[in-house]
């Protein structure tokens, strides 16, 4: 980070220390503000100057980082500083819809402030680790603006100039982490319904098999992209009798079996006429769509 570049954190819960942290150890003037004020007091100490309003916070630096519980919160603690926006950008990295971030967007910009939206890829031990990125959206020159200041956080991506897509993207992501999780605490309910099972071995199986599998996504993704006929197809037959020996065996291992339940309902109306199941055909998104 330029060692000359000030930024503000508005919002100091878990996530909003950890940024605050990234931004002192890069160097720059870092301002922060809490509601709980007690929250600053570690940074403060580590080289933080601490706000006592958001209008003195957001003043204090041409950028202000805005990382808090939502949008009503957000908009909460921005409005009545909203007089002292005129010239200066807003970045607000708290979670939120596509629609949140571009009313967002427009309620910055009708005060003068340039905006970006940002989802963030990480959790707050892994922020400015080689693992972390930050999804950014809105215009463009806005991002390049910051783009060196904003690295210090996490690797940064600019998606697009629509203010919602980073939202988009970053709902988008925990969707798959959700489900993931889901399948995970799924799959151990299963295993540990036997006797000899334990979460802990079971694992040790799992991460190697899931692994393996994400690994499949990128060709998933080819052919979804491609108006080519997919390359990946499995029978299915074989799909659909695995995904109701999956609701069976969970049923009967007293584990919730409606996602598999419904997963083959969705199998079974799919429209393929060759008894292919193509991993790239519309129809398996239509079938998410619906
Ligand atoms: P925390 O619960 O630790 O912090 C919440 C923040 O919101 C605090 O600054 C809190 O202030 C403030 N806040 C909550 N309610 C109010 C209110 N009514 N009025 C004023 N301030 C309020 O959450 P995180 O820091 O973990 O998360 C912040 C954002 O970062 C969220 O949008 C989250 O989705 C996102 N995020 C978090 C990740 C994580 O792993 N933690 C990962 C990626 C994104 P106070 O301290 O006074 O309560």
Same mark, same amino acid.
């Not at 957001?58 to 002292?84: E, F, H, N, W």
């Not at 905006?115 to 959206?137: E, H, K, R």
């Not at 309910?189 to 000899?196: K, L, N, Q, V």
């Given at each position: 980070?330029?060692?000359?570049?000030?930024?503000?954190?508005?919002?100091?819960?878990?996530?909003?220390?950890?940024?605050?942290?990234?931004?002192?150890?890069? %160097?720059?003037?870092?301002?922060?503000?809490?509601?709980?004020?007690?929250?600053?007091?570690?940074?403060?100490?580590?080289?933080?100057?601490?706000?006592?309003?958001?209008?003195?916070?957001?003043?204090?630096?041409?950028?202000?980082?805005?990382?808090?519980?939502?949008?009503?919160?957000?908009?909460?603690?921005?409005?009545?500083?909203?007089?002292?926006?005129?010239?200066?950008?807003?970045?607000?990295?708290?979670? %939120?819809?596509?629609?949140?971030?571009?009313?967002?967007?427009?309620?910055?910009?009708?005060?003068?402030?340039?905006?970006?939206?940002?989802?963030?890829?990480?959790?707050?031990?892994?922020?400015?680790?080689?693992?972390?990125?930050?999804?950014?959206? %809105?215009?463009?020159?806005?991002?390049?603006?910051?783009?060196?200041?904003?690295?210090?956080?996490?690797?940064?991506?600019?998606?697009?100039?629509?203010?919602?897509?980073?939202?988009?993207?970053?709902?988008?992501?925990?969707?798959?982490?959700?489900?993931?999780?889901?399948?995970?605490?799924?799959?151990?309910?299963?295993?540990?319904?036997?006797?000899? %099972?334990?979460?802990?071995?079971?694992?040790?199986?799992?991460?190697?098999?899931?692994?393996?599998?994400?690994?499949?996504?990128?060709?998933?993704?080819?052919?979804?992209?491609?108006?080519?006929?997919?390359?990946?197809?499995?029978?299915?037959?074989?799909?659909?009798?695995?995904?109701?020996?999956?609701?069976?065996?969970?049923?009967?291992?007293?584990?919730?079996?409606?996602?598999?339940?419904?997963?083959?309902?969705?199998?079974?109306?799919?429209?393929?006429?060759?008894?292919?199941?193509?991993?790239?055909?519309?129809?398996?998104?239509?079938?998410?769509?619906?």
């Amino acid at each position: 980070m330029n060692n000359t570049a000030a930024v503000t954190i508005i919002g100091l819960g878990e996530m909003g220390r950890a940024l605050a942290d990234a931004l002192i150890m890069a %160097g720059g003037r870092t301002t922060v503000w809490n509601r709980s004020a007690a929250k600053a007091d570690g940074l403060v100490a580590r080289g933080a100057i601490r706000a006592a309003t958001v209008e003195e916070a957001v003043l204090a630096s041409p950028l202000s980082l805005v990382c808090l519980l939502d949008y009503d919160v957000a908009d909460a603690i921005l409005r009545p500083a909203a007089g002292a926006l005129r010239g200066l950008t807003l970045v607000n990295l708290t979670n %939120g819809t596509p629609d949140q971030a571009r009313k967002a967007e427009g309620w910055a910009r009708g005060h003068g402030a340039a905006y970006l939206d940002g989802g963030i890829m990480a959790i707050p031990s892994t922020v400015a680790t080689s693992q972390a990125f930050v999804l950014y959206s %809105g215009q463009k020159s806005h991002f390049e603006a910051h783009k060196e200041t904003l690295e210090a956080i996490g690797a940064a991506k600019y998606l697009g100039a629509d203010a919602g897509i980073a939202a988009l993207y970053d709902l988008a992501l925990l969707s798959a982490m959700n489900v993931m999780f889901d399948g995970f605490f799924h799959s151990v309910a299963m295993a540990t319904s036997h006797d000899e %099972g334990s979460a802990v071995g079971f694992t040790e199986l799992l991460m190697p098999w899931l692994t393996n599998m994400a690994q499949v996504m990128p060709a998933f993704a080819a052919d979804v992209d491609s108006d080519a006929e997919p390359v990946l197809v499995q029978g299915l037959d074989v799909v659909l009798a695995s995904v109701r020996n999956m609701a069976q065996a969970s049923h009967d291992a007293g584990v919730r079996a409606d996602y598999f339940e419904h997963s083959a309902a969705t199998l079974e109306k799919l429209p393929f006429s060759n008894a292919l199941m193509r991993a790239g055909d519309p129809a398996i998104l239509v079938a998410h769509r619906s």
